[in-house]
Nanobody, 114 residues
Framework: QVQLVESGGGLVQPGESLKLSCVVS????????MDWWHQAPGKQRVWVAQ???????LYAESVQDRFPVSRNKAKNTVYLQMNSPKPEETGVYFC????????WGQGTQVVVSS
């Protein structure tokens, strides 16, 4: 079974940076678009960003120009660089395959607080 393992979360102050990673247990999805999602405490999961097959990024308006996405195919890994996060962006961050999501991973917890 394909697994998604997110990491890199932690406590970050507003205005600082944090880089999240998502390792996929197979290289089969290296040529798929991948999404990042955010679930704030007590709320539903919300789409944040996508890295497309052509390596271009698509972003929710709220994170445009702050949270660039990237990938390293040699490591079966996609990244979300969180620059200047805001307190309301606290929550658990997940990755998944775009359009045809598979079993969700555990996510990685991010707390944005001064």
């Amino acid at each position: 079974q394909v697994q998604l393992v997110e990491s890199g979360g932690g406590l970050v102050q507003p205005g600082e940076s944090l880089k999240l990673s998502c390792v996929v247990s197979t290289s089969a999805f290296n040529n798929y678009s991948m999404d990042w999602w955010h679930q704030a405490p007590g709320k539903q999961r919300v789409w944040v960003a996508q890295i497309r097959k052509d390596e271009r990024g698509l972003y929710a308006e709220s994170v445009q120009d702050r949270f660039p996405v990237s990938r390293n195919k040699a490591k079966n890994t996609v990244y979300l660089q969180m620059n200047s996060p805001k307190p309301e962006e606290t929550g658990v961050y997940f990755c998944n395959v775009s359009f045809s999501p598979i079993t969700w991973g555990q996510g990685t917890q991010v707390v944005v607080s001064s």
